[in-house]
């Protein structure tokens, strides 16, 4: 999808496809009929996201090109009988086998936030990966960096979250290659959500928050011999810089949603995170004060939620790209805390006295 309109693969693959067609043998030629005519029934190219037709959209994902042993058996006996068109199924993905039930219940969860300020943006999450009530990780990573001015809080399954964040990474990568410019934050969003859109109605679980800065490179020398007039060519660039510069936040999901914010909290501890950034986030907080409050409300999530714990990582994107505070231990905060009561208890008994 996304690579296809950035590199223009289609044309390339169709060509190639055609000469392998005509100058291979009878064999060859069985199995480039194949791919040339799932090229054509989906009229995309083979580097194409697959979308997912309707009777695939209520089985689960983990049928999703699993084959029995029976039948991977037979059917790999010869290279005729794989490269023969009636040997394959009429549409992607390859037929499943019977349901494979989940040993246990999935059940995750965590805390992300990330807010806009006068400092640019601050990315908090807490480093427990659960799975049930099983913690499968005390020191996962939830806050990924994209690129050197864009990172992404997930929540979700780590797996796909790990995934995607490396398929918009690359198509960032070659869009900035290819225009000479990173893509906007506005634009990844737009465009990791085009690509998760199809996969709607799966067990695909992607939570992610955007937070990234945007201008500083456009290139003032590179219309300066179209333009008659000089002074035209400052005033239009000086509007381009100021309409892309500055810090963007978005939350994208799943489902293909897109949303546009100054704070966001994603997860199961995110109730307990609202309940402190709500009365301390505002847009004149110093950079010290917006990573205590962020501290703060995962410290207050996994307080909360059980799973939520371990350490916080927390990062600052600002025009000179992301920078990351050491991990610090909840621990911690939660001795500290309760240090802050004992002292204040000490207080009011003297002062009742």
């Known amino acids: 999808m996304a690579l296809q309109?950035?590199?223009?693969f289609q044309d390339i693959f169709q060509d190639s496809l055609?000469?392998?067609?005509?100058?291979?043998?009878?064999?060859?030629?069985?199995?480039?009929?194949y791919v040339s005519s799932l090229s054509t029934r989906s009229s995309t190219s083979l580097f194409n996201f697959y979308i997912p037709v309707a009777e695939y959209l209520d089985e689960s994902p983990?049928?999703?090109g699993q084959i029995s042993t029976i039948q991977s058996s037979s059917a790999i006996s010869s290279q005729e009988s794989i490269l023969s068109p009636s040997s394959l199924p009429t549409s992607l993905p390859f037929a499943s086998s019977q349901s494979v039930p989940l040993p246990f219940p999935m059940s995750h969860g965590t805390t992300t936030l990330a807010f806009m300020f006068q400092g640019g943006v601050l990315a908090a999450a807490d480093t427990r990966s659960s799975c049930s009530g099983l913690v499968a990780c005390?020191?996962?990573?939830?806050?990924?960096p994209i690129h050197s001015h864009l990172v992404g809080t997930t929540s979700g399954t780590s797996a796909d979250c790990a995934l995607?964040?490396?398929?918009?990474?690359?198509?960032?990568?070659?869009?900035?290659?290819?225009?000479?410019?990173?893509?906007?934050?506005?634009?990844?969003?737009?465009l990791l959500s085009h690509m998760l859109h199809p996969f709607k109605g799966t067990e695909l679980c992607v939570a992610a928050t955007l937070c990234g800065w945007d201008g500083g490179e456009v290139d003032d020398g590179c219309h300066a011999g179209t333009t008659q007039s000089s002074a035209?060519?400052?005033?239009?660039?000086?509007?381009?810089?100021?309409?892309?510069?500055?810090?963007?936040?978005?939350?994208?999901?799943?489902?293909?949603?897109?949303?546009?914010?100054?704070l966001f909290s994603v997860g199961s501890g995110s109730p307990y995170a609202y309940s402190i950034l709500d009365q301390g986030v505002r847009w004149g907080l110093t950079v010290d004060e917006a990573t205590s409050i962020a501290r703060e409300a995962v410290y207050r999530a996994t307080h909360r939620d059980a799973y939520s714990g371990n350490c916080v990582d927390i990062y600052h994107i600002t025009s000179n790209g992301w920078t990351r505070r050491s991990r610090e231990d909840l621990k911690e905060e939660y001795y500290r805390e309760k240090e802050r009561k004992e002292k204040a208890n000490i207080g009011e008994y003297f002062g009742e006295m």
């Open 5 to 8: 309109d950035l590199c223009n």
């Open 18 to 33: 055609i000469q392998q067609c005509f100058l291979g043998t009878f064999e060859k030629n069985t199995a480039c009929d």
């Open 62 to 64: 983990i049928q999703f």
């Open 138 to 144: 005390p020191a996962s990573q939830k806050i990924l």
């Open 164 to 190: 995607w964040k490396r398929i918009l990474a690359r198509e960032l990568r070659l869009y900035q290659l290819r225009h000479g410019r990173r893509l906007s934050t506005r634009g990844a969003a737009k």
């Open 232 to 262: 035209f060519s400052e005033q239009y660039f000086a509007r381009k810089k100021l309409s892309f510069s500055g810090p963007g936040l978005f939350y994208v999901c799943s489902d293909g949603t897109r949303l546009q914010g100054t």
